[in-house]
C-alpha cells in the first residue's frame, strides 16, 4: 500500500505545476473550501512565487501533469459546483492529445499482445499515428485479406501510470471528503470513483470494443447515425482494430458546406441521435467531442471512439425525460416534485420553495432569441441552487450533463439558430407518451404482475424447505426441560461451577478438620 508520505509528495508536486499557472487561486478564495485545503494551495503557490493575480490555465495544468490529469481534468469540466464556472469553461477546452510514442514500441506491445508477427495481422500499417492520445495511439492500416482499418494501441506503461495516480486521488479525495461540511456535500470520493470506472475501461479495449459493438445494436434503427464494425479477430485488451471511416470531421463546417451537405439537418440529426441513446435507450456515448464524430458522403453521422460510454436506469431516464420536459414548458412544480422523488433533494425543504428556485433559473431564459438559449447555462443555473438545497452531487448523471453541453457545441456550431430545447421536446413529449402514458402504465403493470405470479412456484419451494412436511414417524413425547451445566442463564457458567465445587468441597474438608462433623 502506498504510504501518506508518497501521496503528499505527488500532491505538493501537482499543486506547484497547478499553482504556477494560478490554477488553485480560485480555491484559495473560496470561503466553501475546508481551511486546510486553502492552506495547502497556499502554500503551493507560495512555493512557486506566484502571485495571485493573472489569468488562470487549467487546462495547461492538467496537460502538464500528465496523461491522468488531464482526463481528470476532462471529468471535471462537468462539474462547475465543484471547480467553479471558470474552470470548468476552461477544461471543457483540454484537448486530449500528446506526442506520439515511437513505432518500434507499437510495433512491440503488437506483437507481443497477440503473440505472433504484426505481417501476420497487417499487411501494411502507417507508423505515423492519425492521432496520440493520453491512453492510446491510433494507426492507419491495411489488413491482410485487404480491408482498410483503425488500429487503437494502448500506450506502454498507461495502465500501471494511471493505476499509480489514483491511488493518490483516492486518497485525497477522502481526507477532503472527511473535513465534512460543503467538501461532503460535493462527494469527491465518489467522484473519484466514477472517475476511475471510466478510465478502467479505457484501458481495457476489448471493453471499449464491446461498447461499440452494444451502440451499434441499439442505434440499428436510426437512420443517420452509424459505429464502425469491430474487427474481432485484431482486438484485445492492448489493440482494438475498427473498420477505417472516410468521412468529414464535423467540426469542419466549410468543407461540410463546400460538399452540399445540409448543416441544419446534420444538427437536428446529433441532437436526436443523443437523446435516442440517452432517453430511450439508457446507453450512450459520452465523449461526443469534435474529434469523434465524422459526416459521411450521404450525410450519415458516424462516431467513434467508445471508452467512455454513460448508463441510466429506466426510472432515472423517467425522471430525466419530465425534468426536461417540465423545464422546455415551464412546469416548475412538476420538475420540483422529481427532485424530490428522487431524492435528489432532501425531503425537509419545501417543494414549492425548490420550484421558485427553480423558476429563477428558467424563465430568464424564456423568450429569448434562440441564439440565447443554452443547456450549459440552463445546468450552471441548476448547479448554482444545489448548494441552498442541500443537494449531494449525483454521479451518474455527470456523463450525461458533459455530454449535453458537448452535443449542444457542436449542434449550435453547424447550425447557430438551433435551439436545443424546440429540437427535444417533440421527441421527449414522445417517449414520456410512449413510456408514461396510460397504456405504458398498463403494460408495466401486467409485466411486473405476470413476473410476481411466475416467482410464486419458486417462492413456495422454498417455504416447504424451511418447513418440511412431517415425515411417517409418530411425534415425540414432551421432554422435560432440563438446566444445562453450561448454561449462562443461570448467572454463572462453567468456571462458576468449578469455583463452587472448589470452594464447597474446601469448606467440606475444613469441618471435618476442625472435628465438626464426625
Known sequence: ?????????????????????????????????????????????????????????????FRAIGPA??????????????????????????????????????????????????????????????GAASIAQVHRAVTTDGRKVAVKVLRPG????????????????AHVEAMGGEAARLRPRLTIANFKRWTNSELDLRREAASASELAEQMAGVPGYRIPNVDWDRTNGRVMTVEW??????SRVEELRARGHDLAAISEKLVISFLTQAISTGFFHADMHQGNLFVEDDGTIVAIDFGIMGRIDRRARQWLAEILYGLTTGNYQRVAEIHFEAQYVPSYHSVGEFATALRAVGEPMRGKPVKELSVGQMLDGLFAITRDFDMQTQPHLLLLQKTMVMVEGIATQLNPDINMWDTAAPYVREWIRDELGPEAALADRLKQDTETLLRLPGLIRRVEEMFPP?????????????????????????????????????????????????
Open 470 to 518: 412431517k415425515g411417517g414417524a409418530p411425534e415425540p413425547p414432551p421432554l422435560p426441560e432440563i438446566v444445562l451445566f453450561t448454561d449462562k442463564r443461570e448467572g454463572r457458567g462453567v468456571l462458576g461451577y468449578v469455583l463452587a465445587a472448589v470452594l464447597g468441597g474446601g469448606a467440606v474438608w475444613g469441618a471435618l478438620a476442625a472435628g465438626w462433623i464426625g
Open 245 to 250: 471511416i472516410d468521412g468529414i470531421k464535423i
Open 158 to 173: 498507461i495502465r500501471e501510470k494511471f493505476a499509480r495516480d489514483i491511488q493518490t486521488y483516492e486518497w485525497a479525495a
Open 1 to 61: 500500500m502506498t504510504s501518506s508520505l508518497v501521496h503528499l509528495s505527488r500532491l505538493f508536486r501537482w499543486g506547484v505545476t497547478l499553482a504556477r499557472r494560478r490554477a488553485l487561486v480560485g480555491i484559495e478564495n473560496d470561503p466553501n473550501a475546508p481551511l486546510a485545503v486553502r492552506q495547502f494551495v497556499r502554500l503551493a503557490r507560495l512555493a512557486t512565487l506566484t502571485g495571485k493575480r493573472g489569468k488562470p490555465d487549467y487546462a495547461g495544468a
Open 69 to 130: 490529469a488531464i482526463k481528470l481534468g476532462q471529468s471535471l469540466a462537468t462539474r462547475p459546483d465543484l471547480v467553479g464556472e471558470e474552470a470548468a469553461n476552461n477544461l471543457l477546452s483540454l484537448q486530449d492529445s500528446l506526442p506520439p510514442v515511437p513505432f518500434a514500441q507499437i510495433r512491440a506491445a503488437i506483437e507481443s499482445s497477440f503473440g505472433q508477427p504484426l505481417e501476420n495481422l497487417f499487411s501494411e500499417i502507417d507508423p505515423e499515428p492519425v
